[in-house]
Nanobody, 115 residues
Framework: QVELVESGGGLVQAGGSLRLSCVARGATFIRYAMGWFRQAPGKEREFVASIEKNGDSTRYADSVKDRFTISRDNAKDTVYLQMNSLKPGDTAVYYC????????WGQGTQVTVSS
């Protein structure tokens, strides 16, 4: 059983930064591509960013490109999401996802950006 635990969310003013972390427990971390998704109130969950198993390839949603950076530390079983130049529209619950033959989701961490 894989457990994903996110942290690092909080309240920040527009233009500020946050760094989210997601630790994978009970998993051979390098076997999983990792992703970040978010869900705002009343909206569907949407893709934010992803990173391949060895970290050599990343993808981003157009809405966060050039502002967010995904990275991973396979020695620490952790994936990160560095979020800069935050906007009120980035307000959402952010979830990490481990992708393989079976996908696993974390419980989410709230990010609130005030104007």
């Amino acid at each position: 059983q894989v457990e994903l635990v996110e942290s690092g969310g909080g309240l920040v003013q527009a233009g500020g930064s946050l760094r989210l972390s997601c630790v994978a427990r009970g998993a051979t971390f390098i076997r999983y591509a990792m992703g970040w998704f978010r869900q705002a109130p009343g909206k569907e969950r949407e893709f934010v960013a992803s990173i391949e198993k060895n970290g050599d390839s990343t993808r981003y949603a157009d809405s966060v490109k050039d502002r967010f950076t995904i990275s991973r530390d396979n020695a620490k079983d952790t994936v990160y999401l560095q979020m800069n130049s935050l906007k009120p529209g980035d307000t959402a619950v952010y979830y990490c996802k481990a992708e393989s033959f079976i996908d696993y989701w974390g419980q989410g961490t709230q990010v609130t950006v005030s104007s």
